[in-house]
């Protein structure tokens, strides 16, 4: 399998078992060297967005995959976590509205969770 493809799925579960809200999946491969997914999730509050991160880099680390990078966990109002193929954007609803990355990387195509 795919690393990038089962690192993001694997990061897709992750949050679903922390009940993320909105999960979004952009295939930014063919317009990004920065990349190969985006995976964009809001949570309701900033103790549930950490906690979505949390679970992330948890459920990742056991597969083998360690984040190159994490920004803005203390805020948590909206976190990064750089995981090279895949990079996971975490917001609070108020900051994800306000960044819009779905419309900013528009180029990417929004794909589903069964097709990594």
Same mark, same amino acid.
């Given at each position: *399998?795919?690393?990038?493809?089962? *690192?993001?799925?694997?990061?897709?579960?992750?949050?679903?078992?922390?009940?993320?809200?909105?999960?979004?999946?952009?295939?930014?491969?063919?317009?990004?060297?920065?990349?190969?997914?985006?995976?964009?999730?809001?949570?309701?509050n900033?103790?549930?967005?950490?906690? *979505?991160?949390? &679970?992330?880099d948890?459920?990742?680390?056991?597969?083998?995959?360690?984040?190159?990078?994490?920004?803005?966990?203390? &805020?948590?109002?909206?976190?990064?976590?750089?995981?090279?193929?895949?990079?996971?954007h975490?917001?609070?609803?108020e900051?994800?509205?306000?960044?819009?990355?779905e419309r900013?990387?528009?180029?990417?195509?929004?794909?589903e969770k069964? *097709?990594?």
């Open positions: *399998m795919n690393g990038a493809k089962e *690192m993001a799925r694997l990061a897709v579960e992750a949050l679903e078992d922390k009940k993320a809200v909105d999960i979004r999946i952009l295939d930014i491969e063919k317009i990004s060297t920065l990349a190969d997914y985006f995976i964009i999730a809001s949570g309701t900033r103790n549930q967005v950490q906690a *979505m991160a949390d &679970n992330v948890e459920v990742l680390a056991k597969a083998g995959y360690h984040a190159r990078q994490t920004e803005g966990y203390q &805020n948590a109002n909206w976190i990064l976590l750089d995981y090279g193929d895949v990079v996971v975490l917001f609070d609803e900051n994800r509205l306000f960044y819009d990355l900013i990387w528009r180029d990417g195509e929004e794909i069964d *097709m990594l």
